[in-house]
């Protein structure tokens, strides 16, 4: 049984958005019940991209023309294999190849997609009007967070934008940013977005397991755990709840058990600044931190950001590594980040 969750759905054009090729016929009309489909889509937080054979300019205003140009992140419009714009779609947004599905009207271009990408779910345009019932394309919950998926990446790209064209360090950047990052311990109405988090991310995921909405929440009620999220903000806006961490308490040691962050944030160091700032509590609570780790096949650089913040390897049993912060490791927070907090969340 497949129980792959999409999280991003490439769109051909012709004959599959719309009725007609646009190099040939510039009059091309939508095709029934697409729009209802892709603001459905959008409104479960599925983001959405276009993989055409076409005139890129010809096609973004047909496009605008539509008032569709804004529901697609990323467009791929060439004459390059379909293929290669779909990988070129997968790194931009940072996702796996598997929880992207390709929709398009010509079986040898899904052909073409299915043998260069298998992991891709290609689905014939011809069946668009089922794919809203198919469980692939259903996530379990649809938070604020998800309903706001399309901005929040449209967001990243302005910022992106802005990196490019920045005349300075990386450092200098970061701090024309004004970041804020805002901890707090999970409450009721963040569990949701917590479990999702907990799904959706591999990349920066310090164990790859997955936790139930009413697992968190029993987690966030004992006393014997500090279950914290993370909110990130700056000068563009905001980029959503995009951390959780937790936080075993024992009388003389603390253990991370968890620690996610959202693949969007890698580039700003925030994994860092979250172990950083638990580190900080731990050391005035007169307790030594350990944390809990787990070899995937993607989550290396999370093993990386341990090493880098003082961790070493002290034991390894049932694939779970136990790793220990020494005792002398100082971490900074920088000072191009604003920690916002509240301290009783550890009482």
Same mark, same amino acid.
């Given at each position: 049984m497949?129980?792959r969750?999409? &999280?991003?759905?490439?769109w051909?054009l012709?004959?599959?958005?719309w009725d ?7 009059a091309?009309?939508?095709?029934q =019940?697409v729009?209802?489909?892709? &603001?459905?889509? *959008?409104?479960?937080?599925i ?7 076409n005139d890129?300019?010809?096609a /973004? ?5 539509f008032?569709?140009?804004d529901?697609f ?9 379909k293929?290669?714009?779909?990988k070129?779609?997968r790194d931009?947004?940072n ?5 992207i599905?390709?929709?398009? @009207?010509?079986?040898f271009e ?7 990408v298998?992991?891709?779910?290609c ?5 668009i009007d089922?794919?809203?019932e198919?469980?692939?394309?259903i996530p ?6 998800s309903?706001?998926?399309r901005?929040?990446?449209?967001t @990243?790209? &302005?910022?992106?934008? !802005?990196?490019?064209?920045f005349?300075?360090?990386?450092v *200098?950047f970061l701090?024309?940013?004004d970041?804020?990052?805002i901890i ?7 569990l !949701?977005?917590?479990?999702e ?5 591999h990349q920066? =995921?310090s164990?790859?397991?997955t936790?139930s909405?009413d ?5 966030s ?11 990130l ?5 905001d ?6 961490s937790?936080?075993?308490?024992g009388k003389?040691r603390?253990?991370?058990?968890m620690l ?5 944030v /890698?580039s ?5 600044i979250?172990?950083?700032y638990i580190s900080?509590?731990?050391k005035k609570?007169?307790v030594d931190?350990y944390?809990e780790?787990i070899?995937?096949d993607?989550n290396?650089? /999370? ?5 880098f913040n003082?961790?070493k &390897?002290?034991?390894?049993e049932?694939?779970?590594e136990?790793?220990k912060q020494s005792d002398?490791f100082?971490?900074?927070?920088? @000072?191009y980040?604003?920690l916002? *907090? ?6």
């Open positions: 497949d129980s969750k999409i &999280k991003c759905v490439v051909d012709d004959n599959t958005l007609g090729i646009l190099s040939e016929d510039g091309v009309s939508l095709k =019940n729009v209802g489909i892709i &603001k459905e889509l *959008d409104r479960r937080g983001l959405q991209s276009i993989c055409s054979k890129y300019t010809l /973004m205003n047909k496009l605008r023309e008032g569709l140009d529901m992140i990323y467009p791929q419009i060439s004459w390059e294999p293929s290669k714009g779909i070129e779609i931009d947004i996702i796996a190849m598997d929880s599905a390709f929709i398009d @009207d010509d079986e899904r052909k073409e997609v299915n043998f260069s298998p992991e891709v779910l689905v014939d345009a011809a069946d089922g794919i809203l198919n469980d692939a394309f379990k919950y649809i938070t604020n967070d309903k706001n998926r901005l929040l990446y449209q @990243d790209i &302005k910022r992106n934008k !802005a990196k490019d064209e005349k300075g360090t990386e *200098d701090k024309m940013l970041m804020k990052f707090d311990k999970v409450h009721e109405d963040d !949701a977005r917590a479990e988090l907990t799904v959706r991310t920066l =995921n164990t790859g397991i936790f909405y697992e968190l929440k029993k987690l009620e004992d006393p014997g755990y500090v279950l914290l999220i993370a909110e903000k700056d000068v563009f806006g980029y959503g709840k995009i951390g959780l937790l936080i075993e308490k003389d603390w253990t991370i058990k996610l962050m959202s693949c969007r /890698m700003r160091g925030v994994g860092a979250l172990i950083n900080k509590m731990a609570n007169n931190l944390a780790f070899h995937t993607v290396r650089s /999370m093993y990386v950001t341990y090493k003082g961790f &390897k002290v034991s390894l049932n694939d779970i136990s790793l002398d100082v971490g900074v927070i920088p @000072d980040v604003k916002i *907090d509240d301290e009783s969340i550890w009482n």
